[in-house]
């Protein structure tokens, strides 16, 4: 089970922080995402992170604003969101890909002044 | 980046039909696809992923085709439950690129 935490209303250049905590598989042996869906808009993949937290991947569009780490002690995946813009306003979901694919519910985060 | 196009964005069909929704990619991404259904206010559900294989607990109705650039999912019988928007997604390379869905709705 994935569940994320932390949305809410920002103002634009505010910063917030989602978590999401992670039950019921190995969490230090997945690569975990951070996907986001803008309201009545596709889906975007974001921010994705190794087992290790090694390696972080961005997409273009946070690139330099958002942060992705976790805690393999505390199965938690974290996305730390700096400059927000109106236009990251979206439900962001944590999830893991793949043959054992799990998504959280989302957490709707509201970027405006 | 690699591309995905999908084909058509919005879908009008009837129960019973069989439909068929193409994934497009800009380059060569050697099976590393995975389509994904999502109903509104809901997460996306994991359909087919490796292309072709079907994800535990999906209905048999649902097959995934395709290899390099040009990848299908097909829905041999449509029922009330498949009306959804439906995306596919690359896993090959970053960024993990989404097209940008498939709306079916009822005719």
Request: proline share 4%.
């Amino acid at each position: 089970q994935l569940l994320e935490t932390g949305g809410g209303l920002a103002k634009p250049g505010g910063s917030l922080r989602l978590s999401c905590a992670a039950s019921g598989f190995s969490f230090r042996s997945y690569t975990m995402n951070w996907v986001r869906q803008a309201p009545g808009k596709g889906l975007e993949w974001i921010s994705s992170i190794s087992t290790t937290g090694d390696f972080q991947y961005y997409a273009d569009s946070v690139k330099g604003r958002f942060t992705i780490s976790r805690d393999n002690s505390n199965n938690s995946l974290s996305l730390l969101m700096d400059g927000l813009r109106a236009e990251d306003t979206a439900v962001y979901y944590c999830a893991k890909f793949g043959s054992s694919d799990h998504w959280g519910q989302g957490t709707l985060v509201t970027v405006s002044s | 980046d690699i591309q995905l196009t999908q084909s058509p964005s919005f879908l009008s069909a009837s129960v019973g039909d069989r439909v068929t929704i193409t994934c497009r990619a800009s380059q060569a991404i050697s099976g590393y696809l995975a389509w994904y259904q999502q109903k509104p206010g809901k997460a996306p559900k994991l359909l087919i992923y490796a292309a072709s294989t079907l994800q535990n607990g999906v209905p048999s109705r649902f097959s995934g085709t395709g290899s390099g650039t040009e990848f299908t999912l097909t829905i041999s019988s449509l029922q009330p439950e498949d009306f959804a928007t439906y995306y596919c997604q690359q896993l090959q390379y970053f960024p993990r690129t989404f097209g940008q869905g498939t709306k079916l709705e009822i005719k």
